[in-house]
């Protein structure tokens, strides 16, 4: 099945090299009319020209995703040219990597503020559009460092993590107004990662081999509530799942038996994916050891 989005309106963050590039023209590529947005004019410049000499249309917004007032203008001043937003890709991002015992925390508050609350703005200032349109597609940059952890890395981590929260929960809240909400978590040779891969590990990385992941998110069959990794030319998803686990009620050793059955607790074999965070209290409250117990008693 193609897919078409020549009907689009795409906003990339953070599009003036790396991953927000490769994003960018791809999207194009199938379509899209894209923003381009930057902090630097001559990348995003650089970016929107390779666009339109390939027959696309793009427009430059320059600003930082943390200044409130210059988004809800780059939003504004597309829905002014195009009439719409249809695809955000929330893709800019910095790095202050340091452990958390040496790690000044204005370098924790200011990763979380770039992309946790960057993201958000976007987000925030194209919701609305998206809810009177009945469509939208929203990709937020998750990491493997935010779902599984990496040394160095607590803010980005923290911040990452924070998105695919967000991305649930915007998934459940959007669903009735057309929006669909996607994860993706990339692995690419960029600057943001130099320095901190060898050579070798970093071969085959090329960021145009992710941004496939962003077009299929972005396509109007997209699915929604999707954690996508991508790398290499290689995808795979990633899951938030809840065990099965044990019911120990109210009894006196209560702890005791926790900590004696870790193992049960742990086992995935019957693990389950929540629809939403109320499944965790619907489990809870309806566990099969429960009423199993009861049956013992009686």
């Not at 910095?94 to 925390?105: C, E, K, S």
């Not at 970093?202 to 999707?226: F, I, M, Q, W, Y």
């Not at 702890?255 to 693990?271: G, K, T």
């Amino acid at each position: 099945m193609t897919i078409d989005l020549s009907r689009r309106v795409a906003i990339v963050t953070g599009a003036g090299g790396g991953l927000g590039r490769s994003h960018a023209l791809a999207l194009a590529r199938y379509g899209a009319r894209v923003v381009v947005n930057d902090m630097s004019p001559d990348g995003a410049e650089a970016v929107a020209q390779e666009i339109r000499d390939a027959g696309g249309e793009a427009m430059v917004r320059v600003c930082s995703v943390t200044d409130r007032d210059a988004v809800e203008a780059m939003v504004a001043s597309a829905v002014e040219r195009w009439g719409s937003i249809d695809i955000l890709v929330n893709n800019a991002g910095i790095l202050r990597d340091r452990t958390f015992a040496r790690m000044d925390i204005e370098d924790f508050a200011t990763v979380i503020d770039v992309h946790l609350m960057g993201s958000v703005n976007v987000t925030k200032a194209a919701w609305p559009h998206m809810r009177e349109k009945g469509y939208g597609r929203i990709i937020f940059t998750t990491s493997s460092s935010g779902l599984y952890g990496n040394f160095g890395q607590s803010n980005y981590s923290a911040a990452k993590m924070a998105l695919v929260g967000l991305m649930q929960t915007l998934a459940l809240e959007g669903g009735k107004s057309g929006i669909r909400v996607n994860c993706l978590a990339p692995s690419a040779a960029t600057q943001m990662t130099a320095g901190l891969y060898s050579e070798d590990d970093l071969k085959g990385l090329s960021a145009d081999l992710v941004s496939s992941g962003v077009v299929a998110l972005a396509a109007e069959n997209a699915p929604t509530r999707v954690i996508l990794l991508a790398g290499a030319g290689a995808f795979e998803q990633a899951h938030v799942t809840m065990t099965r686990g044990i019911y120990v009620g109210d009894a006196p050793d209560a702890a005791e038996q926790i900590q004696a059955q870790w193992a049960a607790i742990s086992d995935r074999s019957d693990e389950a994916v929540p629809a939403s965070g109320a499944a965790q209290y619907h489990h809870e409250v309806r566990h099969p050891d429960r009423f199993a117990s009861r049956s013992r008693v009686a």
